[in-house]
């Protein structure tokens, strides 16, 4: 079946620091991509998506690549900021014609941006 | 627009009790969630609903069973809570089709006694 693996956490780095989260997959078929963000004690918002090979999502600074090659979505972000502090979830959803969308998730990364 | 609502916020049960989780959508979406988030594990699918009058399993049914009242409304029910219940429920609801996102609710937190 399918499944997401993110890196492990906590992450905890300094403002302004360079941000990497890495995410794998496994799919029978063509996935879309997902980052979700959830903020304390609030729901999942999505952050960014990418629905094909070689597509680059991109959303308030964070970017990630859809790669086939590796089966990797790898977020990405060039200047943490405090209030980019959350637990970041990497997902995917395969396309299954004539039924709902599944979202498959991974364990989640929880990341800290200290002052 | 509200988006995705959840009631209650936060419950506390003691084993055996049963209580329903309220969830509504005002996006006019066809296709609604229920994920239970435990600590380490992300989110697990509990049960799904592709259009009004359908539901199906997902990852972790047992224990609970759903009602897709209409087209806005998706509750899930806990007949007699275990501790093993004790989580974070979200709701979540999403246009049929391939590569679209899913909004997701605030959340309910649950604790089981």
């Known amino acids: 079946g399918d499944s997401v693996t993110q890196m492990e956490g906590p992450v905890t780095l300094s403002e302004e620091a360079f941000l990497t989260i890495n995410c794998t997959y496994t799919a029978t078929g063509y996935p879309s991509l997902f980052w979700y963000v959830q903020y304390p004690g609030e729901g999942l918002q999505l952050l960014l998506k990418?629905?094909?090979?070689?597509d680059k999502g991109s959303n308030k600074g964070f970017e990630a690549t859809y790669r086939k090659e590796t089966t990797s979505f790898h977020l990405e972000k060039g200047s943490v900021q405090v209030s980019d502090s959350a637990v970041y979830f990497c997902a995917l959803s395969e396309p299954a014609s004539g039924s709902a969308r599944q979202l498959t998730f991974g364990s989640g990364t929880q990341l800290t941006v200290l002052p | 627009n509200a988006g995705v609502t959840q009631t209650p916020k936060f419950q506390v049960l003691k084993t055996g009790q049963s209580m329903t989780l309220q969830c509504a959508q005002d996006m006019n979406h066809n296709s609604m969630y229920w994920y239970r988030q435990d600590p380490g594990m992300g989110l697990r699918l509990i049960y799904y609903s592709a259009s009004e009058g359908t539901t199906d399993k997902g990852e972790v049914p047992n224990g609970y069973n759903v009602s897709r009242l209409n087209k806005r409304e998706f509750s899930l029910r806990l007949e007699s809570a275990a501790p093993s219940q004790t989580s974070v429920y979200f709701c979540?609801?999403?246009?049929?089709?391939?590569?679209?996102?899913?909004?997701f609710g605030p959340g309910t937190r649950l604790t089981v006694l």
């Open positions: 979540a609801s999403t246009e049929k089709g391939g590569g679209r996102e899913q909004f």
């Open positions: 990418a629905t094909k090979a070689d």
